[in-house]
């Protein structure tokens, strides 16, 4: 076992962990954070998607030691209280989620791509979350809810 | 037909209000479900495709610390008889966990139950199964003939139904009569033959598959949480797999995330994690990892057609024949063998076809069993239509819009009787043909594609129109009962709690449904919560698929609501001294028609039906209600879709330029959501047409079996959809919608090859299969095959 420590939400989590465990699991079994998701083995669908430091990463591709030390931001700690990011808003505008498993991740892996380019064009959407699967919605009104927070300003 | 009470909310685009818990990461999926003592379970699976199994070893596995138990077939046979269909078909014996032969290569083989999910899967690893391999089936055609082997030794020729016959001349039961067939085949001045493939495809919804057991020995009750379509159906198999009375299971599909389909089958291991809790007496969770969703979990699709159309020579179809192949992999699943004859079914399109006959062959190979996949079975059936009616156009050198529209069923022939059996309940295809034609403005779509042609690009032009069975169904077309169930409770505050059978996974059932009762009742849609997914709330239930969770959920829905607006208009009568029939629902009161000074609050009203003092005549306090609504027919939804592609001369890439859909869903509860509902059945019909395939090897290993090889569409896939919508109400339902969950995926799929067939057709291409591999199209342009 090997002591970790990750500020996640904003708060400082430490834990024992095996050195193996994948970071995803951590933020669900150990922290409880379930808002990532894990949708593949080879991390291609992005549904645990989370922030890293201030940029998007997949949760199930590292092991919890490998984020010793490091800043997460996860969808649960993404609202400022109860007021949603302009993402949340937009993908709850928009329709940009049916059965919503890919959200969690689609929308962090939104805010990264607002971090970079605050004003996407249509196509720089479509490319930057295209490390992300949704199997529900044909992406059409993902990408419309992304550009209604780009619209806001928003990140 | 409008809604048929105050149409405030019902047909605007309301915001979805599952969204919240959804965006915020706060929803319950059944990997997030704990219980104290959870113990996790990892399948050993078979890694060759056919064998007879030697020996297991399992030593390994049971010393390691954390395992708690480790079961091989065979005890699992102990504990559970074979596997129960839902399809009145011969089937072979099927055991949850392989005891003597695996049949496919991952199938299960051992079980084992351990302290948390990494020591599962080590131990799982560690037990060592050794094979006698057998000869592996793979190409249904040679699988018909017996070669290289039989998948079950009592399935002569490895078929597994059939050739069943179907269409003009051959109720079931009776002898098929040729004549007519024949005769439009021997009067015609053309006729188009053609063989082609409808792949398989892997469902792949975002949540793998998982499941929750929890057997008390104390209380003699199971509660099982699955990644299900449909719990109600997971409760009665499981409790008759376990050998308990329905009353002792509670079934529970939590926050679902997405279905296809693939979800509704009842599994091996939904009954293999129940009877190991009720064995071990513990709380066991299973959670599919996605490579093994991909064997693990039933496909779709995989229907070979010879399909013969004879028309005259001014493009009037006078006949079709349909020879249909299919490949359903290693064992009939809950409704496996039922899929292919849905594509019989539809195999009358939208047109006034004379004499159609259809042949059905299911055959096993030693592939994943195949069942319902987004559309199931009438894709396929638009499939074979639409291209061969495309083929014919391109024969006859007509317009391919005019040459449907010569063959539609006229707007005032419905309900219109089939040659099929089927009786479509409604329809105006030529309206939804012009809409689409209109939308993507067909003369100068033409014309751009021939500037492009000019520029020396290769550009085509495709269209298809379909039109499905959906709102399933009356209960004759389904073993579990074709109605739906729902419950609407006006509580003592005035608020209203609803509970539904139509168990969703991303289809807004929570919003659409409130919207519908909060109209009912004239109250805010905040006081309106909608339960679903737990057998223990609902009381009963069948599911959400078919298309069928508004056009016959929330037709019960409206049924309930019905009722108990009655009795709250007779106590409201009693209240303000008036007539029942007087009284009408607004905005939060309660008033007699015309006086509107005489009003009581609603939630008075409520409060009033619980504490009744004094209690009006004849009545029973309490204001609750059920209700089953059982359709008298299934729902037919049509449209069109029409798509320009261009395909690169250098590389053979394939690019979608534009996409517009024309769908008509009757009325519509909330357009926001059907919008979203097409938008995903199209990325998933375009991606059949370009991209997905399950591929398998010779020796039956599945080769796209990861999203490292299998397609999944990516947001760059696709351009802006045109959305486009008519509205031929049914009148199957008080509602007058027909169902929009699997629509998309119907006109896409051909209207994408009709593309690239005319993308391609100054290499005389006739047809071609897809999916539209770049190489495959390369080697078209470049005179190496790879086209009919």
């Known amino acids: 076992m090997v002591p970790i420590s990750i500020k996640v939400n904003g708060k400082v989590r430490k834990g024992h962990v095996e050195p193996r465990l994948l970071l995803v699991h951590f933020l669900r079994e150990q922290l409880n954070l379930t808002g990532a998701h894990v949708g593949c083995d080879t991390s291609q669908c992005g549904a645990c998607t989370v922030l890293i430091d201030g940029r998007s990463a997949k949760s199930c591709t590292m092991f919890a030691v490998q984020a010793d030390g490091s800043e997460v931001v996860t969808i649960e700690g993404l609202a400022n209280g109860d007021k949603l990011h302009p993402l949340q808003e937009g993908f709850w505008e928009e329709h940009g989620l049916q059965c919503g498993y890919c959200t969690p991740g689609m929308i962090m892996s939104a805010v990264n791509l607002l971090n970079d380019n605050p004003k996407p064009s249509e196509q720089e959407i479509r490319e930057g979350i295209s490390g992300n699967f949704c199997r529900c919605t044909g992406y059409q009104h993902i990408v419309n809810a992304i550009q209604y927070a780009a619209n806001k300003g928003g990140r | ?788």
């Not at chain 2, 009776?174 to 033959?193: L, M, Q, T, Y």
């Not at chain 2, 995989?302 to 249909?324: N, P, Q």
């Open chain 2, 1 to 788: 037909m409008a809604s048929p009470t105050l149409p405030k909310l019902v047909g605007t685009r309301v915001k979805r209000r599952e969204d919240p818990r959804l965006i915020q990461g706060r929803a319950t999926y059944v990997d997030d479900v704990k219980i104290p003592g959870l113990q996790h379970i990892a399948f050993k699976r078979s890694d060759i495709a056919h064998g007879k199994i030697v020996s297991i070893d399992t030593s390994a596995a049971e010393k390691m610390d954390g395992v708690e138990a480790v079961f091989t077939g065979t005890q699992i046979a102990e504990l559970l008889k074979p596997m129960p269909i839902g399809t009145p078909f011969p089937s072979p014996e099927h055991r949850a966990v392989a005891v003597d032969i695996v049949r496919f290569a991952g199938e299960a083989v051992a079980v084992v139950v351990a302290a948390d999910r990494y020591i599962a899967r080590d131990a799982a690893d560690a037990i060592v199964v050794n094979y006698d391999p057998l000869p592996v089936v793979v190409d249904p055609e040679l699988a018909l003939q017996g070669k290289p082997g039989l998948v079950h030794p009592q399935f002569a020729n490895n078929v597994a139904l059939g050739p069943m016959p179907s269409g003009t001349g051959a109720p079931p039961g009776h002898a098929p009569d040729d004549s007519a067939v024949e005769k439009a085949f021997k009067d015609a001045d053309v006729v188009i033959s053609q063989r082609m493939h409808n792949h398989r495809l892997v469902p792949n919804a975002m949540e793998p598959r998982g499941v929750v057991a929890h057997y008390e020995p104390g209380r003699s009750q199971l509660t099982i949480w699955s990644s299900t379509q449909n719990p109600h159906i997971l409760k009665s198999m499981v409790s008759g797999m376990l050998g308990l009375g329905e009353d002792q299971v509670r079934a529970i599909a939590p926050e679902v995330g997405g279905g296809f389909g693939a979800k509704i089958n009842i599994y091996a291991e939904e009954y293999v994690c129940a009877a190991v809790s009720k064995k071990l007496g513990i709380p066991v969770k299973w959670i599919e990892e996605r490579s093994e969703a991909f064997v693990a979990t039933t496909h779709g699709r995989d229907i070979i057609c010879y399909i013969d159309v004879a028309a005259t020579k001014d493009g009037k179809v006078l006949g079709i024949k349909m020879r249909l192949i299919a490949d359903i992999g290693a064992y009939n699943m809950l409704l496996t063998a039922a899929i292919p004859t849905l594509t019989m079914l539809m195999a009358n399109a939208t047109y006034d076809i004379p004499a159609i006959r259809t042949t059905l062959t299911e055959v096993f190979t030693n592939k994943t069993p195949t069942d319902a996949y987004r559309g199931a079975g009438r894709p396929e059936a638009t499939f074979f239509v639409e291209r061969a009616l495309d083929m014919l156009a391109r024969e006859l050198k007509m317009d391919p819009a005019e040459l449907r529209r010569k063959n539609f069923i006229p707007k005032d022939k419905f309900p219109y009787h089939t040659q099929m059996g089927a009786v479509y309940d409604s329809g105006d295809y030529e309206a939804s043909l012009d809409t689409a034609l209109k939308a993507s403005d067909w003369k100068n779509l033409l014309k751009e594609r021939d500037e492009l042609r000019k520029q020396g690009k290769l550009a085509g032009v495709g269209l298809a129109m379909y039109v499905e069975v959906c709102g399933i169904g009356p209960s004759a077309t389904l073993p579990t009962g074709g109605w739906e169930h729902a419950q609407v409770t006006v509580e003592r505050d005035g608020r209203i709690s609803a509970a539904t059978g139509a168990s969703p996974h991303g289809q807004g059932n929570e919003t659409t449904f409130a919207q519908m009762l909060a109209d009912q009742f004239g109250v805010p849609i905040e006081h309106v919560t909608i339960h679903h997914g737990d057998t223990a709330v609902v009381k009963q239930g069948i599911g959400t698929f078919g298309s069928r969770s508004q056009a016959v959920g929330g037709a019960a829905l409206h049924m309930a609501g019905t009722k108990v607006r009655t009795k709250m208009a007779q106590f409201a009568g009693a209240l303000l001294e008036a007539a029942p029939e007087d009284i009408v629902f607004e905005a939060g009161k309660i008033m007699v028609k015309g006086a509107p000074a005489k009003a009581k609050a609603f939630s008075e009203v409520a409060g009033f039906a619980y504490i009744p003092v004094p209690l009006p005549e004849g009545m029973e306090p309490g204001l609750s209600a059920d209700a089953y609504f059982e359709p008298t027919n299934n729902t037919y939804p049509f449209g069109c879709h029409i798509v320009l592609l261009e395909i690169d001369r250098e590389t053979g890439e394939p690019k979608l330029r534009r996409v517009v859909a024309a769908d008509d869903a009757g009325n519509l509860i909330n357009p926001l959501i059907v919008e979203g509902q097409i938008h995903g059945g199209l990325a998933q019909g375009i991606g059949q047409a370009m991209i997905e395939e399950a591929v398998y090897s010779d020796d039956g290993q599945l080769l796209t079996g990861s999203f490292m090889d299998y397609a999944l569409p990516r947001a760059t896939d696709f351009p802006m959809f045109e959305m486009h919508s008519t509205y031929t109400p049914t009148p199957v339902n008080p509602l007058g919608a027909k169902g929009v969950g699997e629509a998309g995926t119907l006109g896409s799929t051909p209207a994408v090859v009709c593309a690239a067939v005319d993308a391609l057709s100054e290499f005389g291409v006739k047809h071609i299969d897809m999916m539209l591999r770049p190489e495959k199209l390369w080697r078209v342009i470049h005179g190496k095959g790879g086209a009919a």
